[in-house]
């Protein structure tokens, strides 16, 4: 399995939207609703931030947001705060109980 | 407190083995998918390994295939990655994860590094 397409970077200012892409094929993305993201600050372990493509887990807030189009999945932190700046990793189901991320895009606040 | 605390981790040479456990706490540990997720140094995540809720069925990913075995024991609330024939390409933080609709419950990981 090759891994799902992010940017390797965004960035933002406080206060404003962002949104990360994660692009992959009919097998993985485009198959399944199962699109997951992640949060990752240096150090530390991934904090789910959404699943089944557009779930909220309860202690995420209502500005981490995504959707998915054909292949390509997208979150949009809205309301940048300082907090988010972190590297997002996206995640999709890939068949046959196989499981693929994304390379990883680092968000930076301005 | 739901929780996942691995150990294990380690310096070892190349073709060496290792056994990853992760202990499970605050929740039915025998009711859920566990995986093994691994993330070089510097690098993003990648997908290892899973079992089922009842350690009948494993699958891996292709890099680890035929030289890494997960398994579980639902008594002793613990996962396990026995690791051989490891490779430098193997050095990374290894973190074990309950999956509920995601990966929704992460360990904090155990560093493995295969260098001679």
């Known amino acids: 399995q090759s891994a799902l397409t992010q940017p390797r970077s965004v960035s933002g200012s406080p206060g404003q939207s962002v949104t990360i892409s994660c692009t992959g094929t009919s097998s993985d993305v485009g198959g399944y609703d199962y699109v997951s993201w992640y949060q990752q600050h240096p150090g530390k372990a991934p904090k789910l931030m959404i699943y089944?493509?557009?779930k909220r887990p309860s202690g995420v807030p209502d500005r981490f947001s995504a959707s998915k189009s054909g292949n390509t999945a997208s979150l949009t932190i809205s309301g940048l705060q300082a907090e988010d700046e972190a590297d997002y990793y996206c995640?999709?189901?890939?068949?046959?109980?196989?499981?693929?991320f994304g390379g990883g895009t680092k968000l930076t606040v301005l | 407190e739901v929780q996942l605390v691995e150990s294990g981790g380690g310096l070892v040479q190349p073709g060496g083995s290792l056994r990853l456990s992760c202990a499970a706490s605050?929740?039915?540990?025998?009711?859920?998918?566990m995986h093994w997720v691994r993330q070089a140094p510097g690098k993003g995540l990648v997908w290892v390994s899973r079992v089922n809720s009842d350690g009948s069925i494993t699958n891996y990913a292709d890099s680890v295939k035929g030289r890494f075995t997960i398994s579980r024991d639902n008594a002793k609330n613990t996962l396990y990655l026995q690791m051989n024939s490891l490779r430098a390409e193997d050095t990374a933080v290894y973190y074990c994860?309950?999956?509920?609709?995601?990966?929704?419950?992460w360990g904090q990981g155990t560093m493995v590094t295969v260098s001679s």
């Open positions: 995640c999709s189901y890939a068949g046959s109980y196989d499981w693929v």
């Open positions: 605050g929740f039915t540990f025998s009711s859920y998918w």
């Open positions: 089944d493509v557009t």
């Open positions: 994860a309950r999956t509920s609709g995601g990966f929704d419950i």
